[in-house]
């Protein structure tokens, strides 16, 4: 925190980077930077529980006006049905009366981030919301989020958390009678990787099921092969992003290369679905989700990038990291994502 106060006052800091923001995301590195599986996974729980009494989220009971667990065959998760969030008189649903898949114009699949290692499904379940409210308030568009609950690595490795999302989206097109064309695939981070490789193995081994509306990826791991370099301005860092990639994939070779955990590697993009990135100006993975969106592009695929200059990595998800002005814009470009989506399956 010193450190980061005297480069700011040097005027050393990024130009775009709030100094509140600067100084929690510099509180952040240093623990980040070296923790073990362990230790990040008591940090992370501690951060999740934190999160969710600030925004209102703390109990149980509070989490359950919202959410109702769910399971099919080969994963489980949590499904947070649409609910009006505008009318003040509106009655409160109970979320197990709702049929997964129900109620909802999209519905979207969410993927937690955290780096393979820990996280869970409702982590960022006042962002879901958030964006629930933001696509009914600007477009009358009523999203339903199915969030996976998949299983974490070391414990479950590759291609275990991909074997699960595609069963969830399975299970919504064979038994909720859901056209492919109403599923948006959410991930941010390591979830953003698995959102990618999900799609590219639905692509390649999958196409009886469809290809799914768009994907939304948040700062997405997308696994380019040039070396990472961490930054006190980010709060990910090289040495853990090593740490994941190891846990997930056993640091096998055919593993750690294969197309499905390092979407730079394969072959092709053509024929993937309409793409929204959103990027944090200073993360250190800027530069390779910009060449990734970069050769989509140039292979035919419909991508659009978001960049907030001055932002770390998964900035918009937490207010400590970002703006108001941040969190709406965000908002903004995943609702008009949605009502395109669900434009283009209304036309076909």
Known sequence: MTRYTALYIAGKTPKEQPYMIGMATAMIFPTIECLSIDQYRSFMRTAIKMVHFREGLGSVAKRNKWT????????????????????????????????????????????????YIEGDALMFMHTYLAWMKSAQKDHNLKIGILSVQYGLSPEHVYPHAMEEVIAAY???????????????????????????????????????????????????????????ESSMFDVVSAHGCEIYREAYTEDHPDKVMCPYTCPHSTPSLEGLPPMLFFIGGVEILRP?????????????????????????????????????????????????????????????
């Open 68 to 115: 109702a667990k769910v399971k099919g065959e080969g994963w489980h998760g949590y499904w947070i049905p649409f609910q009006d969030q505008l009318e003040k008189k509106s009655t409160t649903i109970d979320p197990n009366s709702v049929p997964l898949g129900s109620g909802c114009d999209m519905v979207a699949i969410a993927i937690h981030g955290g780096g």
């Open 170 to 228: 399975k299970d919504l097109i064979k038994n909720h009678n859901l056209n492919s064309s109403q599923i948006i695939l959410l991930g941010d981070s390591a979830g953003g990787n698995i959102c990618l490789g999900t799609s590219i193995m639905l692509r390649d081994a999958h196409s009886d099921l469809g290809s799914p509306a768009g994907l939304i990826l948040i700062c997405p791991w997308v696994r380019d092969p040039e070396p990472l």
């Open 288 to 348: 390779s989700i910009e060449n990734f969106v970069a050769r989509a592009k140039e292979e035919g695929v419909d991508a659009k990038s978001v960049i907030a200059e001055g932002r770390p990595h998964n900035y918009f998800l937490l207010s400590d990291i970002s703006t108001k002005t941040d969190r709406d814009e965000a908002f903004r470009e995943m609702s008009e994502f949605s009502i395109r989506a669900h434009d283009r399956f209304k036309k076909a």
